[in-house]
Structures are given as structure tokens and as C-alpha cells.
């Protein structure tokens, strides 16, 4: 996992691949979203960002409320979406 999260376009791969695993398995869109929100939350606590771009969603997940945080899991899957 540490390998996927050096690299923000393997990041975003990764994503990407595990929400094409989640639609296949009939997961709705705001299902994932909602996990999206819950691995944000445990990757803003126990991950340290390993690139640049990683650590700028970390400093906007910091400082965004719960709506905005929820806003943040979205577009990163949307953004993983477009990336597989």
C-alpha cells in the first residue's frame, strides 16, 4: 500500500480500480461515496502524505467541515472514475 500512496497517479488508479470493484458489485454511487468519506477520515488520522498532491487533500480535508469533507470523497471518486 505504501507504493500506491507515493505516487498520486497510482493513487488515483488504485481508487479508480477499487470503485469499478465496488459499482460491479452493485454498490450505489452514494454507497462509495460514503466509504470514500469514511477512508478519508482514517487516512486524514493515521496516514502521513508520501507526494505533494496527497498532502494538499490532506490540508483540505483538515480544514473543511463535515459537508465539505463529504464534497472531497466525491470528487475523489469521480476523479478515480477517470482514472481506471
Known amino acids: ?14 481508487l479508480g480500480e477499487r470503485v469499478t470493484q465496488a459499482e460491479k458489485m452493485g454498490m ?4 462509495i461515496s460514503k466509504l ?16 505533494p498532491s496527497n498532502r494538499a487533500l490532506k490540508e483540505l ?3 473543511g467541515d463535515k459537508e465539505e469533507r463529504r464534497t ?8 478515480a472514475k477517470k482514472n481506471v
Open 1 to 14: 500500500m505504501s507504493t500506491v500512496l507515493r505516487n498520486f497517479d497510482t493513487w488515483k488508479k488504485f
Open 28 to 31: 450505489s454511487e452514494d454507497t
Open 61 to 63: 480535508w483538515s480544514v
Open 72 to 79: 472531497i470523497a466525491r470528487l475523489m471518486v469521480k476523479l
Open 36 to 51: 470514500a468519506y469514511e477512508i478519508g477520515d482514517f487516512l486524514d488520522e493515521k496516514v502521513d502524505p508520501q507526494n
